[in-house]
Protein backbone atom coordinates (compact mmCIF):
# COMPACT_ATOMS: atom_id res chain seq x y z
CA UNK A 1 0.00 0.00 0.00
CA UNK A 2 1.02 3.45 -0.92
CA UNK A 3 1.82 5.51 1.99
CA UNK A 4 0.24 8.93 2.95
CA UNK A 5 0.96 12.11 4.35
CA UNK A 6 -1.70 13.75 6.08
CA UNK A 7 0.06 17.10 6.05
CA UNK A 8 -1.36 20.93 7.89
CA UNK A 9 -3.89 18.86 10.02
CA UNK A 10 -5.25 19.97 13.17
CA UNK A 11 -4.26 16.19 14.68
CA UNK A 12 -7.24 15.80 17.62
CA UNK A 13 -5.15 13.52 19.80
CA UNK A 14 -7.68 11.74 23.06
CA UNK A 15 -5.13 10.24 24.31
CA UNK A 16 -3.20 12.83 25.55
CA UNK A 17 -6.07 16.01 25.19
CA UNK A 18 -4.09 17.85 22.28
CA UNK A 19 -5.56 19.68 19.35
CA UNK A 20 -2.24 20.62 17.34
CA UNK A 21 -1.22 21.75 14.02
CA UNK A 22 0.97 18.83 12.51
CA UNK A 23 1.20 16.10 10.07
CA UNK A 24 0.25 11.87 10.24
CA UNK A 25 2.08 9.15 8.27
CA UNK A 26 0.22 6.33 7.55
CA UNK A 27 1.63 3.39 5.70
CA UNK A 28 0.46 -0.40 5.21
CA UNK A 29 -2.72 0.76 6.91
CA UNK A 30 -1.33 1.92 10.16
CA UNK A 31 -0.22 4.85 11.65
CA UNK A 32 3.53 5.28 11.61
CA UNK A 33 4.86 8.61 13.01
CA UNK A 34 2.52 11.89 14.17
CA UNK A 35 3.53 15.44 15.47
CA UNK A 36 5.15 18.49 14.01
CA UNK A 37 7.48 17.24 11.84
CA UNK A 38 7.33 14.14 10.43
CA UNK A 39 9.59 12.35 8.02
CA UNK A 40 8.76 12.36 4.45
CA UNK A 41 9.05 9.39 2.68
CA UNK A 42 9.81 9.03 -1.29
CA UNK A 43 6.50 8.41 -3.56
CA UNK A 44 4.29 9.59 -0.52
CA UNK A 45 0.84 10.54 -1.26
CA UNK A 46 0.12 13.68 0.22
CA UNK A 47 -3.08 14.59 1.93
CA UNK A 48 -3.51 18.64 2.10
CA UNK A 49 -5.80 18.43 5.57
CA UNK A 50 -6.25 22.89 5.15
CA UNK A 51 -5.72 23.32 8.66
CA UNK A 52 -9.31 21.52 9.46
CA UNK A 53 -9.30 18.83 12.32
CA UNK A 54 -7.75 14.95 11.75
CA UNK A 55 -8.90 12.73 14.37
CA UNK A 56 -9.59 9.21 15.56
CA UNK A 57 -12.36 7.69 13.22
CA UNK A 58 -15.32 6.92 15.30
CA UNK A 59 -16.44 3.99 17.44
CA UNK A 60 -20.19 3.60 17.70
CA UNK A 61 -21.32 1.53 20.26
CA UNK A 62 -24.78 0.21 19.84
CA UNK A 63 -25.84 0.42 16.33
CA UNK A 64 -29.10 -0.98 14.99
CA UNK A 65 -28.34 -2.55 11.65
CA UNK A 66 -31.94 -4.22 10.37
CA UNK A 67 -30.54 -7.33 8.83
CA UNK A 68 -31.39 -9.75 9.22
CA UNK A 69 -35.60 -9.41 9.62
CA UNK A 70 -35.97 -5.66 8.31
CA UNK A 71 -33.66 -4.94 5.66
CA UNK A 72 -36.25 -2.16 4.45
CA UNK A 73 -35.09 0.21 7.45
CA UNK A 74 -31.78 -0.27 6.99
CA UNK A 75 -28.89 -2.52 5.40
CA UNK A 76 -25.49 -2.87 5.83
CA UNK A 77 -24.56 -1.31 2.55
CA UNK A 78 -26.74 1.26 3.87
CA UNK A 79 -25.66 1.71 7.17
CA UNK A 80 -21.81 1.62 6.13
CA UNK A 81 -22.48 4.69 3.56
CA UNK A 82 -24.09 5.72 6.13
CA UNK A 83 -21.34 5.73 8.60
CA UNK A 84 -18.46 6.81 6.66
CA UNK A 85 -20.21 9.82 5.61
CA UNK A 86 -20.48 10.25 9.26
CA UNK A 87 -16.72 9.96 10.21
CA UNK A 88 -18.05 6.42 12.23
CA UNK A 89 -14.70 3.85 10.83
CA UNK A 90 -16.08 1.04 13.75
CA UNK A 91 -20.14 -0.35 14.21
CA UNK A 92 -20.52 -1.96 16.95
CA UNK A 93 -24.38 -3.58 15.96
CA UNK A 94 -26.44 -4.16 18.08
CA UNK A 95 -28.17 -8.19 18.32
CA UNK A 96 -31.79 -6.70 18.43
CA UNK A 97 -32.94 -7.93 15.17
CA UNK A 98 -35.63 -10.48 13.95
CA UNK A 99 -34.76 -13.19 14.35
CA UNK A 100 -32.31 -11.89 17.13
CA UNK A 101 -28.51 -12.75 16.84
CA UNK A 102 -28.49 -15.67 19.26
CA UNK A 103 -26.92 -18.18 17.78
CA UNK A 104 -23.02 -18.63 16.31
CA UNK A 105 -24.74 -18.98 12.81
CA UNK A 106 -27.21 -16.20 12.83
CA UNK A 107 -23.80 -14.21 14.13
CA UNK A 108 -21.67 -15.54 11.24
CA UNK A 109 -24.44 -14.57 8.59
CA UNK A 110 -24.62 -10.90 9.83
CA UNK A 111 -20.80 -11.08 10.14
CA UNK A 112 -20.69 -12.08 6.34
CA UNK A 113 -23.21 -9.69 5.13
CA UNK A 114 -21.67 -6.93 7.09
CA UNK A 115 -17.90 -7.74 5.28
CA UNK A 116 -19.36 -8.29 1.94
CA UNK A 117 -21.38 -4.98 2.19
CA UNK A 118 -20.01 -2.22 4.56
CA UNK A 119 -17.01 -0.42 3.59
CA UNK A 120 -16.53 0.26 7.51
CA UNK A 121 -15.71 -2.14 10.43
CA UNK A 122 -18.54 -3.66 11.43
CA UNK A 123 -18.15 -5.76 14.96
CA UNK A 124 -21.18 -7.29 16.14
CA UNK A 125 -22.58 -7.91 20.02
CA UNK A 126 -24.84 -10.54 20.45
CA UNK A 127 -27.92 -11.50 22.40
CA UNK A 128 -27.14 -12.25 26.48
CA UNK A 129 -30.39 -14.35 26.34
CA UNK A 130 -32.06 -16.77 23.81
CA UNK A 131 -34.48 -14.57 21.59
CA UNK A 132 -33.60 -11.89 24.20
CA UNK A 133 -36.52 -12.74 26.02
CA UNK A 134 -34.78 -13.45 29.34
CA UNK A 135 -35.03 -16.86 30.18
CA UNK A 136 -32.02 -18.89 28.81
CA UNK A 137 -28.87 -17.53 28.19
CA UNK A 138 -26.72 -17.94 24.97
CA UNK A 139 -24.03 -19.49 24.39
CA UNK A 140 -21.72 -16.86 24.98
CA UNK A 141 -18.34 -19.05 24.57
CA UNK A 142 -19.54 -20.12 21.29
CA UNK A 143 -20.83 -16.96 20.71
CA UNK A 144 -17.18 -15.38 21.08
CA UNK A 145 -15.60 -17.86 19.31
CA UNK A 146 -17.97 -16.95 16.26
CA UNK A 147 -16.86 -12.97 17.16
CA UNK A 148 -19.48 -11.49 19.68
CA UNK A 149 -17.50 -8.52 21.00
CA UNK A 150 -20.29 -8.02 23.73
CA UNK A 151 -23.53 -9.96 25.11
CA UNK A 152 -26.63 -7.81 25.36
CA UNK A 153 -30.55 -7.75 25.49
CA UNK A 154 -30.74 -4.37 24.36
CA UNK A 155 -34.14 -2.44 25.97
CA UNK A 156 -35.38 -6.21 26.45
CA UNK A 157 -34.73 -5.64 30.65
CA UNK A 158 -34.11 -9.20 31.97
CA UNK A 159 -36.47 -9.08 34.53
CA UNK A 160 -35.46 -12.80 36.62
CA UNK A 161 -32.67 -12.01 38.49
CA UNK A 162 -31.19 -15.50 39.06
CA UNK A 163 -30.74 -15.64 35.37
CA UNK A 164 -28.98 -12.50 35.00
CA UNK A 165 -27.20 -13.65 37.76
CA UNK A 166 -25.74 -17.25 36.11
CA UNK A 167 -25.33 -15.19 33.03
CA UNK A 168 -23.11 -12.50 34.49
CA UNK A 169 -20.97 -14.92 36.13
CA UNK A 170 -20.70 -17.25 33.18
CA UNK A 171 -19.65 -14.00 31.37
CA UNK A 172 -17.01 -13.40 33.95
CA UNK A 173 -16.05 -16.95 33.90
CA UNK A 174 -14.99 -16.23 29.88
CA UNK A 175 -13.83 -12.56 30.21
CA UNK A 176 -16.76 -11.13 28.08
CA UNK A 177 -18.28 -8.02 28.11
CA UNK A 178 -22.23 -7.51 29.18
CA UNK A 179 -23.90 -4.28 28.05
CA UNK A 180 -27.40 -3.68 30.20
CA UNK A 181 -30.50 -1.41 29.42
CA UNK A 182 -30.68 0.48 33.14
CA UNK A 183 -34.52 0.63 33.64
CA UNK A 184 -36.72 -1.04 36.03
CA UNK A 185 -39.12 -2.52 33.13
CA UNK A 186 -42.72 -2.33 34.90
CA UNK A 187 -42.22 1.29 35.71
CA UNK A 188 -41.28 1.92 32.37
CA UNK A 189 -43.56 -0.11 30.18
CA UNK A 190 -45.63 1.74 27.80
CA UNK A 191 -44.25 5.37 28.87
CA UNK A 192 -43.69 7.87 25.58
CA UNK A 193 -41.95 10.36 27.61
CA UNK A 194 -40.52 11.59 31.18
CA UNK A 195 -43.08 12.08 33.97
CA UNK A 196 -43.69 15.47 35.21
CA UNK A 197 -45.30 18.37 34.18
CA UNK A 198 -44.83 18.44 30.30
CA UNK A 199 -46.07 15.06 30.10
CA UNK A 200 -49.01 15.69 31.99
CA UNK A 201 -49.77 19.06 30.47
CA UNK A 202 -49.80 16.67 26.48
CA UNK A 203 -51.45 14.18 28.05
CA UNK A 204 -48.69 11.47 27.39
CA UNK A 205 -47.72 8.51 29.75
CA UNK A 206 -44.51 8.99 31.38
CA UNK A 207 -41.80 7.25 33.30
CA UNK A 208 -40.28 8.33 36.33
CA UNK A 209 -36.39 9.19 36.25
CA UNK A 210 -36.56 6.95 39.10
CA UNK A 211 -36.72 3.99 37.40
CA UNK A 212 -33.08 4.51 35.45
CA UNK A 213 -32.05 4.92 39.20
CA UNK A 214 -33.74 1.56 40.03
CA UNK A 215 -32.81 -0.04 37.15
CA UNK A 216 -28.94 0.64 37.44
CA UNK A 217 -28.79 -0.54 41.57
CA UNK A 218 -30.08 -3.59 40.64
CA UNK A 219 -27.29 -4.16 38.18
CA UNK A 220 -24.87 -3.00 40.17
CA UNK A 221 -25.71 -5.09 43.16
CA UNK A 222 -25.76 -8.20 40.40
CA UNK A 223 -22.28 -6.76 39.19
CA UNK A 224 -20.78 -6.73 42.99
CA UNK A 225 -22.27 -9.98 43.50
CA UNK A 226 -20.76 -11.88 40.71
CA UNK A 227 -17.68 -9.37 39.14
CA UNK A 228 -18.33 -9.57 35.72
CA UNK A 229 -17.68 -6.48 33.54
CA UNK A 230 -21.04 -4.74 32.87
CA UNK A 231 -21.31 -1.48 30.47
CA UNK A 232 -24.48 0.14 31.07
CA UNK A 233 -25.74 1.59 27.58
CA UNK A 234 -27.69 4.38 28.15
CA UNK A 235 -27.30 6.57 31.10
CA UNK A 236 -29.71 9.94 30.95
CA UNK A 237 -30.83 10.88 34.21
CA UNK A 238 -29.21 12.72 36.99
CA UNK A 239 -30.61 10.12 40.12
CA UNK A 240 -28.26 7.32 38.26
CA UNK A 241 -25.12 9.28 38.71
CA UNK A 242 -24.73 8.64 42.35
CA UNK A 243 -24.70 5.48 41.59
CA UNK A 244 -22.79 4.70 38.91
CA UNK A 245 -20.20 7.07 40.70
CA UNK A 246 -20.22 4.93 44.04
CA UNK A 247 -19.60 1.79 41.94
CA UNK A 248 -16.60 3.13 40.24
CA UNK A 249 -14.86 4.21 43.72
CA UNK A 250 -15.63 1.13 44.82
CA UNK A 251 -13.57 -1.07 42.34
CA UNK A 252 -16.63 -2.40 40.30
CA UNK A 253 -15.43 -3.19 36.33
CA UNK A 254 -18.01 -0.73 35.03
CA UNK A 255 -18.47 1.70 32.54
CA UNK A 256 -21.45 4.00 30.85
CA UNK A 257 -22.78 5.55 28.12
CA UNK A 258 -25.04 8.03 26.54
CA UNK A 259 -26.96 9.26 23.05
CA UNK A 260 -26.42 11.73 21.64
CA UNK A 261 -29.85 12.87 21.38
CA UNK A 262 -30.19 13.23 25.81
CA UNK A 263 -27.10 15.13 25.31
CA UNK A 264 -28.46 17.67 22.99
CA UNK A 265 -32.36 17.54 23.30
CA UNK A 266 -34.35 17.57 26.14
CA UNK A 267 -38.00 17.01 26.67
CA UNK A 268 -39.44 20.48 25.64
CA UNK A 269 -38.24 19.28 22.29
CA UNK A 270 -40.89 16.89 21.75
CA UNK A 271 -43.41 20.53 21.72
CA UNK A 272 -46.58 19.19 19.46
CA UNK A 273 -46.29 15.13 19.20
CA UNK A 274 -43.14 15.27 16.84
CA UNK A 275 -42.41 11.59 17.25
CA UNK A 276 -39.17 12.04 15.35
CA UNK A 277 -38.18 13.10 18.91
CA UNK A 278 -39.46 10.08 20.17
CA UNK A 279 -36.48 7.83 21.68
CA UNK A 280 -35.58 5.09 24.31
CA UNK A 281 -35.27 5.97 27.34
CA UNK A 282 -37.40 9.28 26.38
CA UNK A 283 -35.71 12.58 26.35
CA UNK A 284 -35.45 14.03 29.77
CA UNK A 285 -35.35 17.41 31.76
CA UNK A 286 -32.95 20.30 30.65
CA UNK A 287 -31.58 19.79 34.12
CA UNK A 288 -31.26 15.99 33.90
CA UNK A 289 -29.26 16.61 30.17
CA UNK A 290 -26.83 19.34 32.33
CA UNK A 291 -26.40 16.85 34.46
CA UNK A 292 -25.15 13.96 32.39
CA UNK A 293 -22.97 16.40 30.60
CA UNK A 294 -21.09 17.36 33.06
CA UNK A 295 -20.79 13.52 34.03
CA UNK A 296 -19.14 12.84 30.46
CA UNK A 297 -17.26 16.02 30.56
CA UNK A 298 -15.35 14.81 34.29
CA UNK A 299 -15.30 11.20 32.70
CA UNK A 300 -18.41 9.76 35.21
CA UNK A 301 -19.67 8.66 31.70
CA UNK A 302 -17.60 7.26 29.44
CA UNK A 303 -19.00 7.00 26.14
CA UNK A 304 -20.93 9.04 24.15
CA UNK A 305 -22.45 6.80 20.74
CA UNK A 306 -25.29 7.09 18.65
CA UNK A 307 -28.06 4.70 18.96
CA UNK A 308 -28.76 4.67 15.99
CA UNK A 309 -32.40 3.34 15.26
CA UNK A 310 -34.23 3.27 11.96
CA UNK A 311 -37.60 3.12 11.71
CA UNK A 312 -39.76 3.49 8.75
CA UNK A 313 -42.68 5.76 7.64
CA UNK A 314 -44.89 3.70 8.74
CA UNK A 315 -43.98 3.23 12.38
CA UNK A 316 -43.14 6.94 12.72
CA UNK A 317 -45.90 8.92 11.32
CA UNK A 318 -48.89 7.97 14.01
CA UNK A 319 -49.64 9.45 17.43
CA UNK A 320 -46.98 10.00 19.49
CA UNK A 321 -47.89 7.44 22.05
CA UNK A 322 -47.97 4.50 19.42
CA UNK A 323 -44.91 5.79 17.44
CA UNK A 324 -42.21 3.47 17.08
CA UNK A 325 -39.13 4.51 19.60
CA UNK A 326 -35.52 5.71 17.83
CA UNK A 327 -34.01 8.14 15.45
CA UNK A 328 -31.03 7.63 12.86
CA UNK A 329 -27.96 9.03 13.68
CA UNK A 330 -24.90 7.76 12.32
CA UNK A 331 -24.29 10.98 10.26
CA UNK A 332 -25.42 13.18 12.53
CA UNK A 333 -23.14 11.98 15.85
CA UNK A 334 -20.53 14.31 14.83
CA UNK A 335 -22.45 17.20 13.74
CA UNK A 336 -24.32 17.05 16.56
CA UNK A 337 -21.89 16.44 18.97
CA UNK A 338 -20.18 19.50 18.09
CA UNK A 339 -22.71 21.52 19.41
CA UNK A 340 -21.57 20.57 22.51
CA UNK A 341 -17.82 22.06 21.88
CA UNK A 342 -18.99 24.77 19.85
CA UNK A 343 -21.03 25.52 23.01
CA UNK A 344 -17.90 25.52 24.90
CA UNK A 345 -19.09 22.45 27.36
CA UNK A 346 -16.36 20.04 25.71
CA UNK A 347 -13.32 19.83 23.85
CA UNK A 348 -12.36 18.24 21.05
CA UNK A 349 -10.43 15.90 22.53
CA UNK A 350 -12.62 15.43 25.23
CA UNK A 351 -15.45 14.53 22.58
CA UNK A 352 -12.66 11.76 20.76
CA UNK A 353 -12.06 11.08 23.69
CA UNK A 354 -15.63 9.60 24.36
CA UNK A 355 -16.46 8.49 20.96
CA UNK A 356 -13.73 6.80 19.79
CA UNK A 357 -11.29 6.07 22.52
CA UNK A 358 -13.12 5.07 25.33
CA UNK A 359 -15.55 2.30 23.56
CA UNK A 360 -12.50 1.40 21.64
CA UNK A 361 -10.76 0.15 25.37
CA UNK A 362 -13.59 -0.64 26.89
CA UNK A 363 -13.85 -3.80 23.71
CA UNK A 364 -10.42 -3.64 23.54
CA UNK A 365 -9.77 -2.74 20.22
CA UNK A 366 -6.72 -0.86 18.26
CA UNK A 367 -8.48 1.62 17.06
CA UNK A 368 -9.73 5.37 18.57
CA UNK A 369 -6.45 6.89 18.86
CA UNK A 370 -3.55 8.47 16.64
CA UNK A 371 -0.38 6.16 18.33
CA UNK A 372 2.35 4.52 16.27
CA UNK A 373 0.83 1.35 14.97
CA UNK A 374 -2.31 2.21 15.52
CA UNK A 375 -5.23 1.39 12.49
CA UNK A 376 -5.25 4.21 10.14
CA UNK A 377 -8.75 4.99 10.62
CA UNK A 378 -9.57 8.33 10.55
CA UNK A 379 -12.61 11.19 9.92
CA UNK A 380 -10.94 14.76 8.28
CA UNK A 381 -13.46 17.62 9.31
CA UNK A 382 -14.54 20.94 9.01
CA UNK A 383 -15.86 21.55 12.65
CA UNK A 384 -17.10 25.07 11.52
CA UNK A 385 -18.99 24.32 8.66
CA UNK A 386 -22.85 25.32 8.44
CA UNK A 387 -25.32 23.46 6.91
CA UNK A 388 -29.07 23.47 7.46
CA UNK A 389 -29.46 19.19 7.68
CA UNK A 390 -32.33 18.17 5.57
CA UNK A 391 -33.12 14.54 6.41
CA UNK A 392 -33.87 13.13 2.74
CA UNK A 393 -29.85 14.00 2.13
CA UNK A 394 -29.36 10.82 4.92
CA UNK A 395 -27.83 7.76 3.19
CA UNK A 396 -29.79 5.49 5.73
CA UNK A 397 -32.49 3.84 4.15
CA UNK A 398 -35.04 5.47 7.29
CA UNK A 399 -35.01 8.97 8.29
CA UNK A 400 -36.44 9.30 11.04
CA UNK A 401 -34.15 12.35 12.63
CA UNK A 402 -34.46 14.93 14.93
CA UNK A 403 -32.16 16.74 13.69
CA UNK A 404 -34.35 17.37 9.84
CA UNK A 405 -34.71 21.29 9.35
CA UNK A 406 -31.91 22.11 12.61
CA UNK A 407 -28.84 24.90 11.76
CA UNK A 408 -26.27 22.49 12.68
CA UNK A 409 -22.27 22.81 12.35
CA UNK A 410 -18.81 20.35 11.38
CA UNK A 411 -19.23 18.79 7.93
CA UNK A 412 -16.68 15.45 7.16
CA UNK A 413 -14.83 16.01 4.81
CA UNK A 414 -13.22 12.59 4.12
CA UNK A 415 -12.79 9.07 6.08
CA UNK A 416 -10.13 6.34 6.16
CA UNK A 417 -10.31 2.67 7.37
CA UNK A 418 -7.30 0.37 7.42
CA UNK A 419 -5.89 3.83 5.64
CA UNK A 420 -8.15 3.11 2.40
CA UNK A 421 -10.85 6.38 1.83
CA UNK A 422 -14.09 5.56 2.37
CA UNK A 423 -15.53 8.75 2.10
CA UNK A 424 -14.52 11.65 0.20
CA UNK A 425 -16.79 14.85 0.75
CA UNK A 426 -16.58 16.15 -2.93
CA UNK A 427 -17.75 12.88 -4.82
CA UNK A 428 -19.99 11.26 -1.95
CA UNK A 429 -18.27 8.06 -2.43
CA UNK A 430 -14.61 6.58 -1.62
Known amino acids: MTATLFTNATLIDPEDGSATLGSLLVKDGVIVAHGPEVAVPKGVHVVECGGHCLAPGIVDLGVKVCEPGERHKESFKTAGLAAAAGGVTTMITRPDTAPAIDSPETLEFVTRRANEAAPVRVLPMAALTKGRDGREMTEIGFLMDAGAVAFTDCDHVLTDTKVMQ????????????????????????????????????????????????????????????????????QITTARALPALERA????????????????????????????????????????????????????????????????????????????????VALQTLLPAALRLHHSGDLTLPQL??????NPADRLGLPQGRLSEGA????????????????????????????????????????????????????????
Not at 277 to 305: N, Q
Not at 402 to 408: E, H, I, K, L
Not at 412 to 424: P, Q
Open 166 to 233: RALTYARSLGALVITHPQEPTLSKGAAVTSGKFASLRGLPGVSPMAERMGIDRDIALTEMTGARVHFD
Open 248 to 327: KRNGLDVTAGTSIHHLTLNELDVADYRTFFKVKPPLRSEDDRMATLDALRHGLIDVLCSMHTPQDEESKRLPYEEAASGA
Open 352 to 357: FRAMAL
Open 375 to 430: PADLVLFDPNAPFVMDRFSLLSKSKNTPFDGARMQGRVLGTWVGGARVFDSATKVA
